[in-house]
């Protein structure tokens, strides 16, 4: 019906410009588009959270909190605290059922720039932490117009701190709770005249719910910038993550002394300008990692004598100039560089074991070139058109169009149509490593089909927004056996359809009501991917306390896909109530609580590893 009231107002606004009232909003977007943007004229679904909902949320990372704030995506988790990587691990992204295993179909951004590990193409969910979040940015469906590679089904972009006004802010937590977790860290953000600074520190372990499941994490990040002048500024950033995890197996299969060291770091440098009709920046950026895993062993079996270990590194240069050839218009320019790859090699636990055996030592590179045509035709009608082309040199050519129409209509409503097209290259895993490589692999590709509609009433209190959409991925790579051996081949496709909801209302001072839900159609089934996902959230804030709670339903997640030897699969359907407070106990000193799964709900979400029941954190906060 939405869909029917809404092409109705389309028809009236042709006839009643002049009622469209100017929507204030509470921000604006930076993803979707390579500058700040009123979200209503963009064709793409962006939805953000901001700093106020991490911090109440509590968490190190901000990936749980997305899985209960955004409708169409899900994280998998194994455990309180820590995702891990290899056997074992969690914190795949599914956005639509889009994921990839591992997950290589969603891309993760700090500020605009990729993040993921230069040899297998995936991000670390591990890294994504919430103390140098201002706000967290998401598009739902493909992105590869302006991000390329790995935006195939959405895109997550961590924007940092950086202060809009003279300040100095610092802020200290600490909190421990079940299972001997410890959450603590410090954060600062300063700025004087034209310097801007923001900084911080964390530290994070947990012994874990079940026996040989602990983690610990030390993580840091920076953010300098200098305003030359009016028109141009620079910026440099940097984080750096190390952690120690283990994977313990499955409950039915435990896995002994398999433990997971891992360091990640990247760093920035941008030189941006603003003028009254153009701005734009060039950025150049590293990310890169030094992994040593020892897989361990099972009851039996003999003890490993070697160790994996590898370094890899993704380096590369972004440049976009956006320019207003005339009213209404912004055209974006944009051309990016990218070289990645990495060196693996098993090391030897003994002297009797060679000290090292190369496996692969291999780079690869991309560059690409985009255009994006945005006019705002009149006042309600605005229109995008772009596509990149690009050179991958294993998977040579590909190309990645968009095209969508904005309506801003009257009482505040808005619809969208787009047709987009996204696409992810193989990885040097695929490519090379490991028996089922194939050095002819071609990028797997998406067409996405999307009709959104958002109601704003009440003057802005109360927010309404649906979205339909039907996404289809051909070219998928899938592992078969070829002349009786395993190889990566082109061979898959993908069918998903559905649609999401959102509603948030404030509907009394500092008492705000907010719910999603998603609902997704697959062809055929996937993993973590739940059919039906609803979060529907309470919080009131005073100057004295927060309090807030959350109920998350998950309904058909496939923990273990059908197969001949289960043909049915594994499905999992739960309830999880969440909660949060905290109070003012002094001038800026905060207690705070956090309860999670309050109904000690007994769920998996990777098969064989049973998630913890209720777990409670408490802490002091304090910010001068």
């Known amino acids: 019906m939405f869909l029917i009231a809404a092409i109705l107002a389309v028809s009236t606004a042709v006839n009643s410009v002049d009622s469209i009232p100017t929507l204030t909003l509470d921000e604006v977007v930076a993803t979707g588009t390579r500058s700040s943007t009123d979200p209503r004229l963009l064709p793409v679904t962006v939805s953000v959270v901001n700093e106020t909902v991490l911090n109440e949320k509590a968490t190190p990372n901000i990936l749980p909190t997305l899985t209960e704030q955004i409708p169409g995506i899900f994280v998998t988790s194994r455990g309180v605290f820590g995702y891990g990587v290899s056997n074992g691990g969690s914190g795949a992204i599914k956005v639509r059922g889009i994921g990839g295993?591992?997950?290589?179909?969603?891309?993760?951004?700090?500020?605009?720039?990729?993040?993921?590990?230069?040899?297998?193409?995936?991000?670390?969910?591990?890294?994504?932490?919430?103390?140098?979040a201002e706000r967290v940015e998401v598009i739902r469906g493909p992105a590869s117009l302006y991000y390329g590679s790995n935006a195939m089904g959405g895109v997550i972009n961590i924007v940092t701190h950086q202060p809009k006004k003279d300040t100095v802010i610092t802020s200290i937590h600490a909190q421990g709770g079940s299972f001997g977790s410890v959450d603590a860290g410090i954060t600062n953000q300063l700025r004087r005249g034209k310097w801007t600074e923001a900084a911080g520190f964390n530290y994070v372990r947990t012994s874990g719910h079940r026996a040989n499941m602990g983690f610990d994490q030390y993580s840091g990040f920076a953010r300098l910038g200098y305003n030359i002048d009016n028109h141009w500024s620079l910026n440099a950033?940097?984080?750096?993550?190390?952690?120690?995890?283990?994977n313990p197996g499955t409950v039915t299969d435990p896995i002994y002394d398999s433990h997971q060291h891992i360091l990640r770091g990247m760093a920035t440098l941008s030189a941006e300008n603003h003028y009254d009709r153009t701005e734009g920046a060039v950025r150049a950026y590293y990310s890169g990692g030094r992994h040593r895993i020892n897989d361990g062993h099972k009851t039996g079996e003999a003890t490993p004598v070697t160790e994996y270990n590898h370094t890899d590194l993704m380096l590369g240069i972004s440049a976009y100039?956006?320019?207003?050839?005339f009213q209404g218009n912004h055209t974006t320019f944009g051309f990016d560089y990218q070289h990645f790859g990495g060196h693996v090699w098993n090391k030897g636990l003994s002297d009797k074991v060679p000290s090292t055996k190369d496996v692969i030592r291999k780079t690869l590179y991309e560059l690409a070139g985009y255009i994006d045509f945005r006019q705002q035709v009149v006042e309600w009608f605005s229109l995008d058109a772009g596509v990149r082309l690009g050179w991958h040199s294993q998977a040579g050519f590909y190309y990645a169009p968009q095209a969508g129409l904005s309506f801003i209509l009257p009482h505040d409503a808005q619809l969208k149509a787009i047709v987009s097209r996204g696409f992810r290259n193989p990885t040097i895993r695929e490519l090379y490593m490991y028996p089922p490589q194939n050095d002819s692999l071609q990028a797997v590709n998406l067409w996405n089909y999307e009709l959104s509609y958002k109601q704003y009433l009440w003057g802005g209190r109360l927010r309404l927004g649906a979205n339909v959409f039907y996404l289809h991925a051909k070219n998928m790579i899938e592992t078969r056996m070829t002349n009786g051996r395993p190889r990566n081949v082109n061979t898959g496709e993908l069918k998903n359809a559905g649609c999401e909801l959102e509603f948030s209302a404030r509907v009394w001072q500092g008492l705000v009501l907010g719910a999603n839900y998603s609902y997704l159609y697959m062809l055929n089934p996937i993993l973590a991917a739940p059919e039906h996902k609803l979060n529907v959230s309470v919080a009131y804030n005073h100057d004295r306390f927060h309090i807030g709670t959350s109920f998350q339903y998950i309904h058909g997640l496939y923990s273990i896909l059908p197969s001949t030897a289960l043909p049915q699969g594994t499905?999992?359907?739960?309830?999880l109530w969440n909660a949060h407070a905290a109070?003012?106990?002094?001038r800026e000193l905060w207690l705070t609580l956090t309860a999670d799964n309050i109904l000690g709900t007994q769920y998996e979400i990777n098969a064989g590893f049973p998630m913890p029941g209720t777990t409670v954190m408490a802490g002091l906060r304090i910010t001068f």
């Open 101 to 132: 295993q591992p997950n290589t179909d969603v891309l993760v951004l700090i500020d605009g720039l990729p993040q993921y590990a230069g040899l297998y193409g995936h991000p670390i969910a591990d890294n994504y932490q919430t103390m140098m």
């Open 237 to 246: 950033t940097g984080n750096i993550a190390y952690f120690n995890t283990a």
């Open 321 to 325: 100039q956006i320019v207003q050839m």
């Open 571 to 575: 499905k999992q359907n739960f309830c």
């Open 583 to 586: 109070g003012r106990i002094w």
